[in-house]
């Protein structure tokens, strides 16, 4: 399994990043705390990376642990040979009875669901061991006691189940063993306190060594989740950063740099490809008396909506959209001649005015833009900026005509 942030992404991505880290500070920060539990959501998330970090060691360590229940068969062999075959009888009811228990651990996908019946499945070998021990001579059994310890050896130490289910089931074994010697084993009364002794001893140290590696297993899960909660933070303020060394952060279009990236980029593959660039500058006319008429705040909001007009325009990935400075706004469009790029000003024009936004001082009463553009099929010693000077020459032709109008030049007519 990948443990790269990749991974964590697919587990940690469906929740809010901030509420997350005010989560994992407040825990980090908590001091002295005893209880190995975390608030709700945290603590949905902490079993699903501890289920999706370990359930490959677990049903490692189950397969292993079933071969060791088995391989204890050859002691039966050794130690009762006259009755092996009663023992072995236990050990097979066991595995036919934990089969379909083994099967779902491997299938399984619920945290809870599988460790519900890992815990039922140790349970059972713990009953298998005590099983064994009431089919044999009484003072014979002990020798099959010490299995009881390796059931709970193995399920604090081995199984990778969370400490909550490891406790309680070792709990239940012990307390099953003290119910069925005193109404089934009769071990005596000696044997039986000597076993309760260390069967609690044993269990009493299995707690706390669990409960010490379940607190530190969620300590580095809360370092980790940190670490991944800092690192999308720290992408979030690049991309957010980026976005504001390339975008104008009022209207949203491509700022000076980004287009002056983008231009350079088509110019040299339409030198490559000989194909045409047609570059338009876009101005609002007027727009000084507008802003001092009616506000900078109504002048801010004209400048947005004019900006995402001329950025609806702007369809193909060939073509950018960007505000120039002030209330100018340029287009540069690859692959577009003048008669396609006289088509797209037109439209362009036609939509800002069929907006029908109120202007006192122009001599239509409503909003209107000036267009300039220039066309050409460029050679390598083409720059953007006179691209763009002859692009602001068409654009001062519209102005000079009285405005609310369009002027497209190719290299001609220069």
């Known amino acids: 399994m990948n443990k790269g942030f990749n991974w964590y992404d697919d587990l940690f991505g469906k929740y809010d990043v901030k509420i997350l880290k005010d989560v994992v500070n407040k825990e980090l920060s908590g001091k002295g705390k005893l209880i190995i539990c975390f608030p709700e959501k945290l603590e949905e998330l902490f079993q699903e990376y501890y289920f999706l970090k370990s359930i490959n060691r677990t049903r490692i360590m189950l397969i292993f642990g079933i071969f060791v229940y088995i391989f204890f068969g050859l002691a039966d062999y050794i130690l009762f040979p006259n009755m092996y075959k009663d023992l072995w009888g236990i050990r097979a009811l066991t595995i036919a009875a934990i089969t379909p228990a083994v099967f779902f651990i491997f299938t399984g996908r619920r945290y809870t669901a599988v460790y519900f019946v890992y815990s039922i499945i140790a349970v059972t070998a713990g009953l298998s061991i005590i099983g064994m021990m009431s089919v044999i001579m009484p003072h014979e059994s002990q020798i099959y006691y010490a299995g009881i310890f390796l059931v709970i050896f193995f399920l604090y130490t081995l199984s990778g189940i969370p400490f909550l289910y490891t406790s309680i089931s070792s709990t239940i074994i012990i307390a099953l063993y003290f119910i069925i010697d005193i109404f089934f084993l009769h071990s005596g009364y000696k044997y039986l306190v000597s076993n309760m002794f260390f069967l609690t001893s044993a269990n009493i140290m299995g707690l706390i060594g669990g409960y010490i590696l379940e607190y530190y297993v969620r300590k580095d899960f809360l ?84 900006g995402k007009v001329i ?69 390598n010693t083409r720059t953007i900026d006179e691209f763009i000077n002859r692009a602001d020459k068409a654009l001062y032709k519209a102005k000079s005509a009285g405005r609310n109008s369009i002027v497209l030049l190719n290299g001609s007519e220069i």
């Open 223 to 306: 370092l980790s989740l940190k670490i991944y909660l800092d690192k999308k933070d720290l992408e979030s303020l690049t991309k957010k950063l980026k976005h504001l060394s390339n975008y104008d952060e009022l209207t949203g279009l491509a700022n000076r740099r980004k287009l002056k990236e983008f231009f350079e980029r088509e110019l040299k593959r339409a030198v490559r490809e000989k194909f045409p660039i047609s570059v338009l500058m876009i101005d609002i006319d007027y727009f000084k008396s507008y802003n001092d008429y009616y506000g900078h705040i109504k002048g801010d909001s004209i400048l947005k909506e004019i």
């Open 311 to 379: 950025s609806n325009h702007a369809r193909r990935p060939t073509d950018i959209a960007g505000r120039w400075g002030g209330e100018e706004f340029i287009m540069v469009l690859s692959n577009i001649n003048k008669k396609q790029a006289s088509a797209l000003a037109e439209d362009l024009h036609r939509d800002i005015l069929n907006r029908n936004i109120k202007h006192e001082f122009s001599p239509t009463g409503r909003l209107t833009v000036s267009i300039g553009g220039y066309t050409e099929i460029p050679d």
